[in-house]
């Protein structure tokens, strides 16, 4: 599931360049640029949750799905984005592979004051976290007339 | 999974009026109303696929992501949309609870010209649709001043 989602992105994202990446469509809205972003750190913060057993509350994630965020990312072209996708995905199916279907289902709770998830959960949630953002980006494609 | 992405589209668009169901905020863009018409009947093509063995050829699908869709949806309450999913999930769950692991990797070539697949990847891709819409969905309430 969570090479068929990168499948997908990689597909959305192929062939833009910077300005593409740095377009803000919606006035409100994220650029493709920092989606991709955004995927990677969402897998790094689970990658430190679930491998290494970081509190989140012990991981500072900035949040770069706002102004500061478009800021820091502009002008940056697809490869760096595709760089650090590859790297921090080898990262986790180098570590998934280590570990065995009872990991998968071993609870805990990270997060204060929240019902108890496992590691499945997590992963779960970051697949879920890319095709989300994989839909922003279809219609951001969409919207800029890359696509029909 | 299908629960969880579930819940997350109620939560999006719980207290939305026709307006905003049918606004279109993007020119090339589908309205919420036509996203939540189109997780149901995606839902329904995999059910008649994995459940009763038609062959996708066989399915009358319409595209409604389209303008035709935008005006076959057009003055609709929210109850409307979510009766749909309801109705259809309730059948999904009691359908997937007459079968078991097995049938879930049990590999068929519904598409002509396509790699085998098996039922865990249609209703993994029923998910995704869901998910993907969820991501869109989002986006739109924020542009329309709906949500942060």
């Known amino acids: 599931m969570l090479d068929y989602a990168r499948r997908n992105t990689l597909a959305d994202v192929q062939g833009l360049n910077t300005e593409q990446l740095d377009t803000q469509v919606m006035k409100r809205g ?4 920092t989606l991709l972003a955004h995927i ?3 897998e790094e913060t689970y990658q430190s949750v679930t491998f290494w057993g970081v ?3 012990g991981i500072a994630a900035e949040n770069i799905l706002n102004n500061a965020g478009r800021k820091r990312f ?3 072209e697809l490869p760096h984005y595709l760089e650090r996708l590859k790297t921090v995905r080898a990262e986790t199916l180098a570590e998934l592979q280590k570990r065995d279907d009872a990991w998968l289902h071993q609870e805990y709770a990270p997060w204060p004051n929240k019902v108890p998830m496992n590691n499945f959960f997590c992963w779960f949630h970051v697949l879920e976290d890319e095709i989300n953002h994989g839909g922003q ?3 951001l494609r969409k919207e800029m007339g890359l696509s029909e």
């Open 137 to 139: 980006i279809r219609i």
């Open 74 to 76: 502009r002008g940056r």
């Open 30 to 33: 994220n650029t493709i640029g």
């Open 40 to 42: 990677a750190q969402v």
């Open 55 to 57: 509190k989140p509350s």
